[in-house]
Nanobody
Framework: QVQLVESGGGLVQAGGSLRLSCAAS????????MGWFRQAPGKEREFVAR????????YYADSVKGRFTISRDNAKNTVYLQMNGLKPSDTAVYYC??????????????????WGQGTQVTVSS
């Protein structure tokens, strides 16, 4: 059984920053790619960023490229999402998820196995 717990969400003004954390347990975390997704009200869940098992390969959605940074600390079983230059359009519930072993080249949420409960990010204008 894999458990993921996100934290770090909140209310921030446009242009501000937040750092999301996702703590994992129940699996050899360091062997798996990880991803962040988000879902805004009335919209489908969308890919935000992913990171390979070692942290050496990252990939971002065009909408967040240059503003968000995904990273991981395998010693702490934690993946992070540093969000800078936040915009009202970034408002959503953010979820972390476990991807395939080692590396993922997918932005499709169906290829990610386990999900956290989500953390709300609200950006005011």
């Amino acid at each position: 059984q894999v458990q993921l717990v996100e934290s770090g969400g909140g209310l921030v003004q446009a242009g501000g920053s937040l750092r999301l954390s996702c703590a994992a347990s129940g699996r050899t975390f360091s062997m798996y790619a990880m991803g962040w997704f988000r879902q805004a009200p009335g919209k489908e869940r969308e890919f935000v960023a992913r990171i390979s098992w070692s942290g050496g390969i990252t990939y971002y959605a065009d909408s967040v490229k240059g503003r968000f940074t995904i990273s991981r600390d395998n010693a702490k079983n934690t993946v992070y999402l540093q969000m800078n230059g936040l915009k009202p359009s970034d408002t959503a519930v953010y979820y972390c998820a476990v991807g395939p072993k080692w590396y993922s080249d997918s932005t499709d949420s169906s290829t990610y196995d386990y999900w956290g409960q989500g953390t709300q990010v609200t950006v005011s204008s």
